[in-house]
Structure formats: structure tokens, C-alpha cells
């Protein structure tokens, strides 16, 4: 089945401390991947994607991943964070015509 | 830049009522999808359509259908609302093709409540 596991639903961090938020996906032949965030009470938003060639990626907002096709990961990274990170992470796998989302993991950072 | 619109932003439906939230993107796409949006679940995927009067269903169709006359514009019908269809319902639209501008444009999401 396919299916996108986000092994932490809350991360709270300080201020300027890096992050990482983990996503793992069942595995398949091919596929892209996503991370979007969601400010609150707002719609999502794309943080970047993985669709082929270089494994590190890098999106907006200082946010890298990298595609580990070994483990069927695709971990977000930030070294610094701000109090404008605050929101929910959610990363999604295409599977050809799906998109199947994680559970969400709320980053929470404090001063 | 593609946009998707959702009509409503705010609904408040009776229980039993029929219901009709309407999603229209401006960017030709084949490709449309509606999700709902619930805390510690995620998005999960309703129904798609890759073109119009076709349809699929997702990973949880029970209780809606969809319907697609047109291309840009893509229904999500709720036959008989129910209180735990209480949610927020995402319509999105995906680019054509496969090549490095593949990728998904979401609308800024249907809060209904079911009451």
C-alpha cells in the first residue's frame, strides 16, 4: 500500500536551533516527492520538491531535504530556525496519479 | 501562476442536507483532486479526475461523489451531509506532463461544518 509516514507529529525547538523533520514512504518504482508548510488559518504552501537528479534539495525559507532512496526518506532540514517557522510540515509522495500526504508534523519553535 | 478557487471559504450545512463545493482553476489542467484536512490525519485524497466526465475514487470516497462537466471546474457533492463530514476540503490541480515544472497548485481550502 502506499502510504507516507511522519515519524514525529509535534518537534518543538528554540529559536536558531536546526531541525530536521522526518518523512519515510513506502517504496515504489518512482516517485516525486513534496514538502509543503501551512501557516495557520492559511492554505499550503510549496516548500520544495524532489523530482529527479541532484538528492539534496533546496526549497524556500532556508529549507533543504534530501531523497535517500535506500531508506525511502526524504527528510526536511533547517540549520537555523525562526519564530516564523512555526507551522504545520507536511510531506507528500506522487505515486502516478496520487498524491498521498503524511499526518502533519507541527513545528513549534520557541524563544 | 495557476490559481484554484474554491467559492466558499466559510459553509455551515444542516445534517441530511445535500451539499455542492465548487473548485475552478484557470490553468487548463487535466488533472484535478479534492482532499479533506483533518488534525493528526493529514490530507487524504477523496476523488480525482484526469479529464472530464472521468473520475476516481480516492482513499475515501464513502458519503461524496464528484462531478466534472467542464475542465476547469471540478464538484465535490456531499449526497447526505453528516456531522463527520465536519472538515476542511482542499481542491487542487496538478500541471501537465512530467517534467520539471510538475506539480500541484491548492486552493486555500472549504471549512464546512455539518451541524
Known amino acids: 500500500a502506499q502510504s507516507v509516514t511522519q515519524l514525529d507529529s509535534q518537534v518543538p525547538v528554540f529559536e536558531e536551533a536546526p531541525v530536521e523533520l522526518r518523512c519515510n514512504y513506502s517504496s515504489s518504482v518512482s516517485v516525486y516527492l513534496f514538502w509543503y508548510v501551512q501557516y495557520p488559518n492559511q492554505g499550503l504552501q510549496l516548500l520544495l520538491k524532489?523530482?529527479?537528479?541532484?538528492?539534496l534539495v533546496k526549497g524556500i525559507n532556508g529549507f533543504e531535504a534530501e531523497f535517500n532512496k535506500s531508506q525511502t526518506s526524504f527528510h526536511l532540514r533547517k540549520p537555523s530556525v525562526h519564530i516564523s517557522d512555526t507551522a504545520e510540515y507536511f510531506c507528500a509522495v506522487s505515486y502516478g496519479n496520487k498524491l498521498v500526504f503524511g499526518a502533519g508534523t507541527i513545528l513549534r519553535v520557541k524563544s | 501562476d495557476v490559481k484554484v478557487t474554491q467559492s466558499s471559504r466559510y459553509l455551515v450545512k444542516r445534517t441530511g442536507e445535500k451539499v455542492f463545493l465548487e473548485c475552478v482553476q484557470d490553468m487548463d489542467h487535466e488533472n484535478m483532486f479534492w482532499y479533506r484536512q483533518d488534525p493528526g490525519l493529514g490530507l487524504r485524497l477523496i476523488y480525482f479526475?484526469?479529464?472530464?466526465?472521468?473520475?476516481e475514487k480516492g482513499d475515501i470516497p464513502e458519503g461524496y461523489s464528484v462531478s466534472r462537466e467542464k475542465k476547469e471546474r471540478f464538484s465535490l457533492i456531499l449526497e447526505s451531509a453528516s456531522t463527520n463530514q465536519t472538515s476542511m476540503y482542499l481542491c487542487a490541480s496538478r500541471t501537465k506532463g512530467w517534467g520539471p515544472n510538475y506539480g500541484y497548485t491548492f486552493g486555500s481550502g472549504t471549512r464546512l461544518t455539518v451541524v
Open positions: 479526475s484526469y479529464d472530464v466526465k472521468m473520475k
Open positions: 524532489y523530482l529527479s537528479g541532484s538528492t
